[in-house]
């Protein structure tokens, strides 16, 4: 957590750095930008699991029986935020491979930098889930603080929210507007420019995970 933002983790870690280095720069081809994220995303999931609660489970190991600790509680559900979050699911799916997956379809009006929702479709049972929300850019917030709104809505109380790089904006308005959702992510980032992009960031990460820059 930081003193500004205290919903907020930056993971330090010197391989995120390093790799979120190479994520930033424009010599990173599309390729490389794709096995990068998906490898940054895997250590963010970490960080964001780190509190999920376990149970003794009676084990017999090749020595002798033992109890050793498993997973207990809610099952897991992960809701990407379309498009760019799906760059972010294949690694997180190598570390959490019995997730369900939720998506969530919104684009930013360009003029306005409000969300528009196009897509809704998670698990009918998503209410008794945690539900950690993936999208590798919190830029304004807005399309984060509405994904969360209808993740609320569809009775979900256990939330969190993975993002590469997160702006000061983005985090003050999901603080604002839902400061009981702890956001991980690998960097704070400077500010927003005027057209509401990470400053200095990477660029649009849809456009860099699918190679339509």
Request: aromatic letters at 4%; hydrophobic letters at 40%; one cysteine or more.
């Given at each position: 957590m930081t003193?500004?933002?205290?919903?907020?983790?930056?993971?330090?870690?010197?391989?995120?750095?390093?790799?979120?280095?190479?994520?930033?720069?424009?010599?990173?081809?599309?390729?490389?930008f794709r096995n990068l994220l998906r490898e940054v995303s895997q250590m963010l999931v970490y960080e964001a699991t780190r509190d999920l609660p376990t149970?003794?489970?009676?084990?017999?190991?090749?020595?002798?029986?033992?109890?050793?600790?498993?997973?207990?509680?809610?099952?897991?559900?992960?809701?990407s935020?379309?498009?760019?979050?799906?760059?972010?699911?294949?690694?997180?799916?190598?570390?959490?491979?019995?997730?369900?997956?939720?998506?969530?379809?919104?684009?930013?009006?360009?003029e306005t930098l409000e969300p528009v929702e196009y897509y809704f479709k998670v698990p009918a049972d998503i209410a008794e889930r945690q539900v950690i929300v993936v999208d590798p850019m919190l830029a304004t917030g807005n399309s984060a603080v509405a994904a969360i709104d209808r993740i609320k809505e569809a009775g979900c109380a256990s939330i969190?929210?993975?993002?590469?790089l997160a702006a000061p904006e983005g985090v003050a308005n999901m603080l604002q507007h839902h400061p009981d959702v702890p956001i991980v992510t690998a960097a704070l980032d400077s500010h927003l420019n005027e057209h509401g992009y990470i400053v200095p960031g990477l660029g649009d990460a849809g456009d860099r995970i699918f190679g339509t820059v």
């Open positions: 003193a500004d933002f205290p919903n907020l983790t930056v993971v330090h870690h010197p391989l995120v750095q390093h790799k979120l280095t190479w994520l930033r720069s424009t010599d990173t081809n599309t390729d490389s149970e003794l489970q009676t084990i017999t190991t090749p020595i002798t029986t033992m109890d050793s600790p498993v997973i207990s509680g809610k099952k897991l559900c992960l809701v935020i379309l498009r760019a979050g799906n760059g972010m699911l294949d690694g997180i799916l190598a570390v959490l491979p019995l997730a369900r997956v939720g998506h969530i379809g919104l684009y930013r009006d360009p969190k929210l993975i993002s590469l």
